[in-house]
């Protein structure tokens, strides 16, 4: 397929093409080839009038807490109402054992072979801000192809989740009904991050997962408390994170999580905060990049390259000092 | 003064020249003409074989804990021992209000003049990168000038606290026996790093101080289970973060505090965690640096600057993929 017949497949192609062109996309998305990195911008740029009107999720949760349950059962209740649904993942980890949270569909079973889904395991090389770039790419290819929610799912890592927190539109974090779990969150800047908090395996001990909804809530309001740094207008309506109770094995909750979503969706329209928050994304995002081709192309230099292993060992030894080193090293790479 | 003035000053002067070589020396180290820097390295390399001999001690709490009175009251307690205490602070809200945390010595009327106590005031101008910088250059100063216990003291901002955890060996938070306090302090990333939790006021309502304690002690628990990023190994003593009441106005828990300082310090040694701390922090403090640099090349390059309204203006408009602005301007700094 060339670029041009990619872009065409996806925008206007019939299931089964519109199937492969996106998954050819996503491939030379993920090419490290330079010649692909070109076309594949190109294809970028062409696909993004085309990207922007579906809700992106994340969803980030500890292991065990029953993620890929959830987004099943998610999915297919969505699916049911006609909307098209693509599942994408963020994990670091899958570029150090080179598998994947979702490589093995077999554990979202009926959303997997659900014409009206689209799952996407992790990219399984290269830094996280590599892997998620790609994932970013591959979440705006999705759009293109009229896939009206995009659930980003992550492991409970705090960097990875960071980068999912910086390109969904609704950020939700699963938790299980266990005293210390909330606090792991808090620490992470997980919970001060969430928009809406599933407490899931309610079913299982509800009197805990009460107690737990309690605790998560009180302490949502004490980490508001403070002052957010983005202050509010006077009477501007503000989405105040919530707490809700779920069992995904049993699919009950779903509905009212779906609820949710909704009205978080329509308030955050009505402020203007969704379209604020997507560009400050972007633009954060761009500088992220950039810093990291800044580090790569630095470390690459082969005049620091020489440099560094010596200025490491005078650095450790506390021969020399650390600011002084950063500047010799910056020296290195501008000097003639 | 000469550089070599400065240098003899510090290491061999009397008390007068001494402290008249300290401020020329961190003048010198704050300065930012070019030829000043150069003379500013070649000064701290000469300093830094005399440095590395003190405690360095990071206090941080949010403004009304009483942190100036309990530096006052433990800065004190130490002279009277023998010991020669320097007193820097890390305050980025001095850059903006061209004011510092402790440019008004009045707030430690007596340490200010006890001649075995040495305070700085906050650098006031740049970035927090920038301002921190120049205080981990004038510890080293401190140091070299015999100084042998440097105290660096920080606001509850997020980020400063985190860059004096980065330059200290022992790092301690303030609290008040709030509810709220403690969760906000975890919600930054404070709590975790802590090596002591002193809950200050607490004579005002004992009955508060013990709960916090208590609950704070439980806290860093919770926060510790689930695994450290530093594995220890098999039988390695690993310090265990501590919580303890004070009262700094009537200076009482003063004592405890320093013994549990002194304990610290004994456990570090021996088990080789703080000379590995010393060692870690130097490099990352060194990445920090250059990632500072990098940047700021960057954005001063004449091709970047440009280029970059426009670029901006189509990633926000979303007609440019984040990452694909990334590339474009990248390129146009490297480019010929």
Known sequence: ??????????????????????????TL???????????????????????????????SGVPGVGKSTFIEALGLFLTRQGHRVAVLAIDPSSTVSGGSILGDKTRMEQLSVDPNAYIRPSPSSGTLGGVAEKTREAMLVCEAAGYDVVIVETVGVGQSEIAVHGMTDMYCVLQLPNAGDDLQAIKKGVMERADLVVINKADIDPHAATRAQAQITSSLRLLGMHGHPEHAAHNEQLWQPRVLQLSALKAEGVEQFWQSVQDFRQLQTANGRLARRREQQSLAWMWERIDAGLKQAFQQHPKV??????????????????????RQLLAAQAGP
Request: glycine letters at 8%; charged letters at 15%; hydrophobic letters at 45%.
């Open 1 to 26: 397929m060339t670029p041009e017949q990619i872009q065409h497949g996806i925008l206007q192609g019939n299931p089964a093409v519109q199937r492969r062109a996106m998954a050819k996309a996503i």
């Open 29 to 59: 998305l993920e090419s490290t080839r330079p010649d692909h990195r070109v076309q594949a911008d190109a294809l970028l740029t062409s696909l993004l009038p085309h990207t922007g009107q579906a809700l992106r999720l994340g969803i």
């Open 305 to 326: 390259q020489a440099l560094l292993p010596q200025v490491v060992g005078e650095v450790s030894s506390g021969r020399l000092a650390a600011s002084t080193a950063a």
